[in-house]
């Protein structure tokens, strides 16, 4: 069986995050079953120039052994989707993207336009939630409405990784069929013995800095102290918006002195899981995530994580493995942030077993692979 992949943005690209991995991971897995080919753009997200080392608008092999064509915005047409279509004649077509024109959208109406009698199945990657479609909200609902109106997505499958975003999918397409399927996270990472030191706190966040992802509000919270003990802050992540990261920055310009900051730029997704035995807690206050690769990353390597209730991993406290707490309680936040400066290394050492213990059974009760083999058969 032949499956497409039409995608923003796919390896060696990491300035989207999750969707990318998301996309590898399948491949990964299935490689042996499915023969994947993958449309995507030829640079990063937010990038201006190409990949380095790429050929565009030429086949070429990925990490995985799938076929990768890498297409520049201005190739992006009509003809050059029904020149794919005919080449590779898939039957299955995987879009990752709710709100993308170029590699959502336009694909879709062409593939209406030159009447493609294959199936079509796209993953929202979280776009839906509720706290995703407050930012930029009235660009996105116009969109929800214009497809609808359209009807170009009636022969549209949907694959959401958990119920809420089944639920929230039929929201807005109450018509369309849903499969629910968790995502595949990256399980060779490592679990790092905790080396923690009482009165220290060293806090990690990686992700984008977007308003989506929400890092503001914990340097708020830090802000709000006093805190008892020092803490040193790495934010690793590239700024889609100048103004945002100019806020976070203002913010970071009125700390008190016993808490130092530091803003890195965004790293591989291979040196992400590097970067866990260096720190004692992983934050991310987002608005929501429809599953968070780097969240189940920070628990596979044993560091505990501090994180909203907009995202799936909400039994943290049960599994001693962190804090899951709303955005409206920003008391608790401050709460949980003197906790872990307190811990020293035995307290700390059972957070980091407990954050282990709750990926590991994630996975024991995933079976991916059965799975993802029936999705993409019966959609």
Not at 44 to 69: M, R
Not at 147 to 170: C, M, P, W, Y
Not at 191 to 219: A, E, M, T
Not at 350 to 374: C, I, M, Q, V
Request: glycine share 6%; charged share 20%.
């Amino acid at each position: 069986m032949k499956i497409l992949f039409i995608v923003d943005w796919y390896y060696p690209g990491y300035k989207a995050g999750g969707p990318i991995q998301s996309c590898v991971n399948i491949v990964k897995l299935l490689k042996v079953d499915f023969d994947f080919y993958v449309l995507t753009s030829d640079r990063d997200h937010g990038s201006a120039l190409p990949y380095p080392g790429i050929f565009a608008c030429k086949w070429q092999t990925g990490p995985n052994g799938e076929s990768v064509f890498y297409c520049p915005g201005n190739k992006m047409n009509l003809a050059l989707i029904r020149r794919i279509i005919e080449e590779i004649q898939p039957e299955l077509i995987y879009f990752n993207s709710m709100f993308s024109f170029r590699f959502t959208a336009f694909p879709l109406i062409a593939l209406k336009l030159i009447n493609y009698k294959g199936k079509i199945l796209l993953a929202p990657r979280g776009m839906l939630h509720k706290g995703a479609l407050s930012l930029k909200s009235f660009k996105k609902k116009s969109f929800l409405k214009a497809v609808n109106i359209s009807n170009i997505f009636k022969r549209v499958h949907f694959h959401a990784t958990d119920d809420q975003e089944g639920q929230d999918i039929l929201r807005y397409f109450k018509k369309n069929k849903v499969n629910i399927v968790q995502n595949i996270p990256d399980i060779n990472i490592p679990f790092v013995d905790s080396s923690k030191q009482k009165g220290l706190l060293r806090l990690l966040f990686i992700s984008r800095i977007h308003p989506k992802k929400n890092l503001s509000y914990i340097l708020n919270v830090l802000n709000s102290g006093p805190f008892t003990g020092a803490i040193k802050f790495d934010i690793y992540g590239d700024s889609e918006s100048d103004d945002y990261l100019g806020k976070c920055r203002h913010i970071v310009s009125n700390l008190p002195s016993n808490i130092e900051v530091n803003f890195m730029n965004g790293v591989v997704h291979d040196e992400i899981v590097k970067l866990f035995s260096k720190y004692d807690a992983f934050v991310l206050p987002s608005l929501g995530e429809n599953f968070g690769h780097v969240i189940f990353e920070s628990l596979m390597s044993g560091t505990p994580v501090l994180i909203s209730d907009q995202t799936p991993w909400q039994r943290l406290v049960d599994y001693n493995a962190g804090w899951s707490i709303p955005l409206d309680d920003f008391e608790s936040y401050k709460v949980a942030i003197q906790n872990l400066i307190n811990l020293d290394l035995g307290e700390h050492r059972k957070l980091s077993l407990g954050s282990r213990k709750l990926a590991e059974e994630y996975l024991a009760n995933a079976d991916f692979k059965r799975k993802y083999f029936e999705l993409f058969k019966i959609v």
